[in-house]
Structures are given as structure tokens and as C-alpha cells.
């Protein structure tokens, strides 16, 4: 399918639409229109994500979403959400009760090796583990760490219109990293979220931070209470880019972190994107195009089913993905921590992905 660029108000509005509680409404949109609730179904691969997002906006958002079924009946939130006539005024409570049902056939871990430092695949219907490698020590997860920066963003209920100015604090961090993003740049807070997801951009993320109510230091503190809640206990959030190699969890713990991130709507359309053209504004340097990518390449060649997606690289991670996929009907999610490669990286999520493909179900 040829991607239907979204202008900045599509954009806003697919946000906006999501953030209101519409994320049922959504899935049923994108799969056929069909009223029935348990029917709600995201879609796996194939479609853009954004031009999914286009239909979303067209629908109206409900105040209150009972049941989200993430394509699989594993995941069951509850989302009660009140808003004041300016969006200023938000209340949000989200309770997990996760079921498991089913298993991919033998309980035996799938019968691969991998070069990556730490593995973790399970089944994320069953909660099943079908292959672990170190999966229970805690290792630095660099960009990783930017699902848990959107979650915390999304929980906050911010209005997504509201522009956010990049200041010169925002390109300051633990180390240097590289940036097409300069000080001055002006985006809505959608962008930046959009930009931190699928491009990775680390001043994105610090001024996500930086606006939070109550500043970085309660951003942070929200971070690290956050992963308490999820019961990721070898977790710990030192910045919300993922440039501090203070933040660590295992592999394990960041799996319970993917399955939390799958039930923001938000954050697998943006993950999934395969690109955007962003228009930014800048009083002192001009107003430019930016042209981003996927950091994925598995997101952006499309050959595999990938419903969440997030790379990482620092030194001392190596380089890193999570992702949840679909394979013979069922979900995965899968975690990759300290590849010496991006070649290894790959390698060993397509031989994952190669082999539960494979695997007999029942």
C-alpha cells in the first residue's frame, strides 16, 4: 500500500481521537466497521500505520472504553477517563487483567541459538517462555527505554495540540548523540511523540520530559513508578532517553514492558510507522522539511507481521529491539538485548521470527 502522507491537523486529530479513549472504536474501524466490542481487532502488517490512523479520526471517541482485545483475547484493560471543557482536567485509571489460554504445541524452548548477549521470546497468549538466553539479568536497554517515556506521557493525558519549542537543555544528555533536530525547532507534542517512537530522536524525548507536569524530576519519578506497577523489578529509568546507561532492566522485565505498551493504540501506530515527513518550524533557522524513517528495518521492509517495535544502541547495550509480532495466528513478543551488530541484532530476530513460524500450534 502507498503511504498517504497526513498533514499536521490529521495528525493532531488521530491523536487526539486515541488519547479521548477510542482505541476500541479504532481497531474496529480499521478491520470492517463491525459494532460487536468483542470483535475489536488491530491490525497485523500490511497496512501503513498512519493511513490506519487516518481512519480513526474519522470516528467519534467514547468517555469510557471497557475492553480493548488486542487481536488475541490475552489483554483486557479498563480506562475510565474525564476531561475538563479545555482538556486541562484528566483523571485515568488503567487496571491490567491479563488472561492466558493456549500454548505454541511443545513446551520446549524453540530450537535456535542466538549471538545477542540477552533473549527473551514468549508467547503472549500463553505468557509462556519458548526461548531464553540471560533473560533475568538486568542490562542497559538504551532507546528501549522510550516505550516506557510514551507511556508515561499518554497516562498524564496532555493535549496533543500543544506546541513544545526544543530548548538547548534538550540536547544535553548523559552522552552525545547525533540529531537532524535543532534548538529552537517547534513541533505539537504528537510530533514529538511520533518523533521519539519512530525515529528515536532523543530531544524529542527530553522535552516530552521537560513538559510534563511538574517538570523532569516528576517525569522521572513517574518513569520509575510506572515500572514498579508493571512489577519490573530489576528496572530502573535514569533519563528518558535511553542515552543514561544507568537505564537497565532484563529481558524478561521488558517483556511485561512491550505487553503494557500494547495497549496504547498510540504507541503501535507511531512504533510501526514506517516513515514521516514532518514540517518543523524554527523562528531563528527556517522552516524545514524532515524526512524520517523507521530505526526498524524489519518495520520498514514489511515482510514480517509487527504490531510494537523498538530499537536501542548505546556502547554499553550494544544494539537492541523489542518487538511483538504474529506468527501462524498467534502473538510473540520478543526481546533482544547486547547484539555486538546491527547484523546480529537482525539475524537473531529473523531466526526467531523464522522459527515460530515454523512451529507447530494447537
Avoid at 521470546?121 to 542490562?139: C, F, L, Q, W
Avoid at 512504533?271 to 524520517?292: E, I, L, Q
Wanted: glycine share 8%.
Amino acid at each position: 500500500m502507498k503511504q498517504l502522507p497526513l498533514t499536521k491537523q490529521q495528525l493532531i486529530a488521530a491523536l487526539i481521537s486515541l488519547s479521548l479513549g477510542s482505541v476500541a472504536q479504532a481497531a474496529l474501524t480499521i478491520n470492517g466497521g463491525s459494532s460487536s466490542e468483542s470483535s475489536a481487532r488491530l491490525s497485523w502488517g500490511g497496512a501503513d500505520s498512519l493511513s490506519e490512523a487516518r481512519k480513526i479520526m474519522s470516528k467519534s471517541s467514547s468517555s469510557a472504553i471497557k475492553k480493548v482485545d488486542n487481536g488475541y483475547g490475552a489483554t483486557h484493560i479498563t480506562n475510565t477517563q474525564t476531561f475538563g471543557s479545555n482538556n486541562n482536567s484528566f483523571n485515568n485509571t488503567n487496571a491490567y487483567n491479563t488472561t492466558y489460554r493456549g500454548s505454541f504445541g511443545s513446551s520446549n524452548m524453540i530450537p535456535i541459538s542466538t549471538d545477542s548477549r540477552s533473549v527473551a521470546v514468549i508467547d503472549a497468549e500463553t505468557g509462556e517462555s519458548i526461548y531464553e538466553k540471560d533473560a533475568d539479568i538486568a542490562r542497559p536497554m538504551a532507546s528501549i527505554t522510550k516505550l516506557m517515556t510514551a507511556m508515561v506521557v499518554l497516562d498524564a493525558g496532555l493535549d496533543m495540540r500543544e506546541e513544545i519549542t526544543l530548548d538547548p537543555e534538550d540536547f544535553v544528555g548523559p552522552k552525545r548523540a547525533s540529531s537532524n533536530l535543532k534548538s529552537g525547532d517547534r513541533l505539537n507534542r504528537a510530533e514529538m511523540l511520533l518523533m521519539a517512537l519512530m525515529k528515536s530522536e532523543n530531544p524529542a524525548a527530553k522535552s516530552l520530559a521537560r513538559n510534563y507536569p511538574g517538570g523532569y524530576s516528576a517525569f522521572m519519578r513517574a518513569m520509575n513508578r510506572k515500572a514498579q506497577d508493571l512489577g519490573m523489578t530489576t528496572a530502573f529509568f535514569g533519563d528518558p532517553t535511553g542515552l543514561d546507561k544507568r537505564n537497565v532492566a532484563s529481558s524478561n522485565d521488558l517483556v511485561k514492558m512491550v505487553r503494557a505498551a500494547g495497549n496504547y493504540d498510540v504507541i503501535r501506530r507511531f512504533s510501526t510507522t514506517k516513515s514521516y515527513d514532518f514540517y518543523v518550524s524554527n523562528y531563528s533557522n527556517g522552516n524545514r522539511t524532515y524526512k524520517a524513517n523507521n530505526t526498524s528495518s524489519l518495520v520498514r521492509s514489511g515482510d514480517y507481521p509487527i504490531g510494537i517495535s523498538k530499537t536501542g544502541f548505546i556502547n554499553e547495550a550494544g544494539r537492541c529491539v523489542v518487538m511483538e509480532t504474529r506468527v501462524n495466528n498467534r502473538p510473540a513478543i520478543i526481546v533482544i538485548l547486547g547484539a555486538n551488530s546491527s547484523a546480529t541484532r537482525w539475524g537473531d530476530a529473523k531466526n526467531i521470527l523464522n522459527s515460530l513460524a515454523t512451529r507447530r500450534t494447537v
